[in-house]
């Protein structure tokens, strides 16, 4: 589907010099002097290097439609995560890299959004929140019970959140995946 150079917007998956870019920030720029643009951030989907471009209204870009699809997390072997297709049944190895810091917050059986291009596997979309437990709590300091201070805590899965002082060990609580910051306790 081809779209002007000046109708990207943020999310926009489109190719460009034969790769694959998802545009990060888009905006458009009227010089006193020449014709108007849009200066677009992009970030290379597969491995994530960035690119600063002018398109103006008279070009125009292939805009990709991207396949989705829910897979559900088996187990990890080696390098790769295993997940499996909601539907077919199929099984798909995908490098750990493709998810990164994220990863550390799969758990069995959970559901996440595989995006492909061609039947490759392109990018992988984590819940918004999910459950810990929290193993490990610093203990909280006289006085400052009263401010709305945090102090860090080791979650289950291995990764350092800052909770709110009420917070103890053995307490499952709520955290964001896309920055490991507390949501809230847990409802059980």
Not at 82 to 96: G, K, Y
């Amino acid at each position: 589907m081809k779209l002007n150079g000046n109708a990207i917007r943020p999310g926009n998956v489109i190719e460009h010099k034969s790769r694959l870019w998802v545009a990060v920030k888009t905006s458009h720029v009227k010089p006193g002097k020449g014709g108007a643009f849009a200066q677009i951030e992009l970030r290379d989907i597969r491995d994530g290097t960035k690119l600063n471009e002018r398109f103006r209204a008279t070009e125009s870009v292939e805009r990709v439609i991207l396949d989705e699809a829910d897979c559900t997390y088996l187990y990890e072997e080696g390098e790769n995560l295993i997940f499996m297709h909601s539907e077919t049944f199929e099984q798909i190895a995908i490098n750990a890299d493709m998810v990164g810091e994220q990863s550390a917050f799969l758990q069995d059986g959970m559901t996440v959004t595989l995006q492909s291009h061609e039947g490759e596997p392109i990018s992988v979309t984590l819940p918004d929140q999910v459950v810990v437990t929290v193993v490990e709590a610093d203990a909280v300091v006289k006085g400052q019970t009263a401010s709305s201070s945090y102090k860090p805590a080791m979650a289950d899965n291995g990764v350092r959140v800052m909770v709110p002082p009420h917070i103890e060990a053995g307490t499952r609580i709520v955290v964001k995946t896309e920055d490991a910051s507390y949501v809230e306790r847990a409802k059980d």
